[in-house]
């Protein structure tokens, strides 16, 4: 996998296909693979005549392992998107990002709107006002000597996921005792890009979808049924819905 420096930072990254190009952005504890390929995301998104681009988050995947907590957050990684549009010399594209990456997609929304042709939130509503959900439990469950230790659901559920994912939970650590940059209702109206929020209907992980639809203008909210936080990833209601927004924006 290819990889670019971003303040000195080494992040892994893939770039394939031909077309209009859209950048994604992995949630916490998963990567390239997990979030986007996996649940064939590329292979969607290249039949529709697209470049796709989809970066490992500092600490993710193959990209650099930092055990700083002072060297993560949802700015900083917004600010690494930003480079590997620089480094790909792409000017524009749609950005779609999932939970944290949709924390990190909002961000770009918001200061870096000339950069984006139309952003896509995906597993974030409500919560995008707030930090990260049982942060302090779900730290402390990455870092437990065995899963049956940790009493927190949300935190469980994290520690499965990192461990299947073969995830560097110490990293991951650092990671979620980073505050992550709060977004305001105040900013999240001014972003003028269309606007797309995917939600599950059983996720209750990312807070309500329509609340924060009320706060970006001439946002639109998918839910996608009968699903939770992970298993809305690859739903095809999720793909149809981006598919069919991203042919209707300017």
């Known amino acids: 996998m290819p990889t670019f420096l971003s303040d000195g930072i080494e992040l892994a990254y893939r770039d394939e296909g031909e077309g209009d190009p859209i950048l994604l ?107 990260a959900p049982s942060a302090e439990e779900i730290t402390e469950g990455l870092l437990a000597d065995s899963v049956d230790d940790i009493v927190n659901p949300t935190a469980k559920m994290f520690r499965r996921f990192a461990e299947a994912t073969g995830a560097d939970r110490r990293a991951l650590a650092a990671c979620m005792r980073m505050q992550r940059a709060l977004v305001g209702p105040k900013k999240l109206g001014t972003i003028t890009v269309p606007t797309l929020i995917a939600v599950g209907t059983e996720d209750d992980v990312a807070g309500d979808p329509h609340a924060l639809a009320k706060l970006i203008p001439g946002s639109e909210v998918l839910e996608i049924p009968r699903r939770d936080h992970n298993r809305a990833v690859g739903d095809k209601v999720y793909k149809a819905g981006v598919l069919e927004f991203l042919s209707q924006r300017p």
Not at 105 to 115: D, K, S, V, Y
Request: charge should be neutral.
């Open 25 to 131: 952005i992995h949630g916490f504890a998963s990567n390239i693979d997990v979030n986007w390929v996996g649940p064939g995301w590329f292979d969607v998104l290249k039949a529709d005549g697209r470049r796709v681009i989809a970066i490992d988050n500092r600490g993710h995947g193959a990209s650099e392992k930092l055990y700083d907590p002072a060297f993560y957050g949802s700015d900083l990684m917004a600010e690494d998107a930003l480079r590997l549009l620089d480094h790909l010399d792409v000017p524009r594209a749609d950005v779609m990002g999932y939970s944290m990456g949709g924390r990190v997609t909002a961000l770009l929304a918001i200061n870096a709107a000339r950069r984006l042709r139309s952003a896509i939130i995906g597993g974030m509503g409500e919560g995008l006002l707030r930090g």
